[in-house]
């Protein structure tokens, strides 16, 4: 059975829940909790036996790292090795907040489940007050992927990991949506330069803001470039965050074309017999006719697209929606962040016109 804690906004009645879902991951448990980006599973990262029921409740592979999760960075005394002025510069700006630092590990720390055998190790401070107790409370590093099962989109409400992983971990706080809706920017770096592993809710734009050195986006997919010498992030070259159907992303200079090619494509899939579905955003949402439509956020709001991404994603599923196109988003600020995520649903099924 998994314990579910409900947050009431209550200090009081919170506070105690917070103490018991911390005291049970003490105890060795996996524990859902809820952070700025998306829902976490946490365990004790120095203790072995409980990160590997992350392992085993997700299906992840043993290959992929986990994120450290702290609330203070005194702890990163003792984890990992001594830092200098420009990563604490990074720290002041964007911690806590949606930024996941990779720094050199120190040997015996941690279980070395939690960085699959890498010298380095992958850390943040959220930016979610509850999330913040939490850790405080567990008083010791915790180690939390995204609270999905491997493979489908991340969790941006406790039911979603109910959904993923009921009866598979001990318990799940239940603290409402989380906020930014995509993951946190994992970032490495190697001399002046910094080097994104993954997009998320830091964006590039934010981090040259601050930066005297270069910064550099992650390579796409598609690229040929495949120098030793950029740090890569593990996790990256799997299949995430797909929905049941077969999904392609339609990419266009002008949104008459786009509508139209989608349009077809989905008309097609109908006449075939196939349930269809559109993924698109508020402003086109009348040009289309399918199955299910889905209008996710707004273009000229790119966070509200990062909030409502993965839910899009799981309603196709609940819909039995078998074949899904959807409108792209310019590839600037979280926009970046955005088409990786929908680029790999797609599993880079890219129609450019
Ligand atoms: O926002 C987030 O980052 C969420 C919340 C729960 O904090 N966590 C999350 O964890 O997205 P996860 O496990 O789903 O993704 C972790 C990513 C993976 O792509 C992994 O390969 C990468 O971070 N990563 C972890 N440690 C790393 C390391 N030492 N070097 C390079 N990449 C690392
Ligand atoms: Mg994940």
Redesign the pocket.
Known sequence: MTKYWKLQEDVESDQLAIAEAAKMLISGQAVAFP?E????LGADAANTEAVRRIFTAKGRPSD????V?IADRSQLDGLVAPYDDKLTKLMDAFWPG?M?L?LPVLAGSISPLV?AG?T???I?I?DHSAALQFLRAAQCPVA????NSSGRP?PTTASHVQEDLDGKIGGIVDGGPTGVGL??T?L?VVGDDIHI??P??VTAEQLRAIWAGAVHEPKREDSVFTSMEI??????KYTHYAPQGQMAIVQGASIQQVAARIQADINEAKYRGETTGILTFEEHQSFYQADLVIACGRLSEPSTIAQGLYAALRRFDEAGIRYIVAESCPETGLGLAIMNRLSKAAGNQLIRI
Not at 64 to 67: E, Q, R, V
Not at 231 to 236: D, F, I, T
């Open positions: 952070t980006t998306v829902y976490g992929n790292p986990l994120i999760h949606p996941t990779v960085t890498l380095t190790v992958g943040r959220p939390a992927p995204s609270a991340s993951e946190s994992v490495q592993l993954r998320g809710g740090p890569s992030s593990p996790g990256m």
